[in-house]
């Protein structure tokens, strides 16, 4: 089993919807979770971190954390084709936050 | 917000050449810095842990004298590669925190090609 694991997609949806990323992860000591955004041939940047159960809004983004069914998934809402990127969820490894263990990355498509 | 400067951007070089690739923390002092590799479709992996003034902490089934890092100050790290070989070719992503409860943030990577 994966220690983190994400459907690659790709995931379509048209302009103006509601885009639902999920990612599940092995470890129940995992204290700290990540969404990160990687356009093809960049670097990864942080969309949104969440640390504790439930929902946290941050603009067009809504994390939500289910440490129970050891669940995290991301909602874009009123999608963009800008928003057409590959998203990694990261969970911690270990105390602190010194290590992240990344998933493999859902891909997301945007049509306009 | 933090900002994290790697260079250079694209290097390739002829098989069993060294390459070093820079990292820096430009607004920011890291006494941690994370060094990934992400082959083509696949995940970021966690190579190494470096740490200002001592020796770097490597991941399992990393070979330490194959990929050697310095981290001299609290504002770079470099990764050299030694003796490159083609399955080296990867896409080289460092990252560091500007603080003990903060999230990472990344350089904008290094795509290395091995000839």
């Known amino acids: 089993q994966k220690e983190v694991e994400q459907n690659s997609g790709p995931l379509s949806v048209p302009e103006g919807a509601i885009a639902s990323l999920n990612c599940t992860y092995s470890?129940?000591?995992?204290?700290?979770f990540f969404w990160y955004r990687q356009y093809s041939g960049k670097s990864p940047e942080l969309i949104m971190f969440?640390?504790?159960?439930g929902d946290k809004e941050d603009g067009r983004f809504t994390a939500q954390l289910n440490k129970a069914s050891q669940y995290v998934s991301l909602l874009i809402r009123d999608s963009q084709p800008s928003d057409s990127a590959t998203y990694l969820c990261a969970v911690n490894k270990g105390t602190g936050f010194q290590k992240l263990v990344f998933g493999t990355g859902t891909r997301l498509l945007v049509s306009p | 917000g933090a900002v994290v400067s790697q260079h250079p951007s694209r290097v390739i070089c002829k098989s069993g050449t060294s390459v070093k690739i820079e990292c820096r923390s430009l607004d920011f002092q890291a006494t941690t810095m994370f060094w990934y590799r992400q082959f083509p479709k696949q995940s970021l992996m966690l190579m190494a842990t470096s740490n200002e003034g001592s020796k770097a902490t490597y991941e399992q089934g990393v070979e330490k004298d194959k990929f050697l890092i310095n981290h001299a100050s609290l504002t770079l790290s470099t990764l050299t590669v030694t003796s490159a070989h083609p399955e080296d070719s990867s896409f080289y992503i460092c990252?560091?925190?500007?603080?003990?409860?903060?999230?990472?943030?990344f350089g904008n990577g290094t795509r290395l090609t091995v000839t």
């Open positions: 470890d129940r000591g995992s204290q700290s």
């Open positions: 969440i640390y504790s159960n």
């Open positions: 990252s560091a925190r500007d603080g003990e409860d903060s999230p990472l943030h």
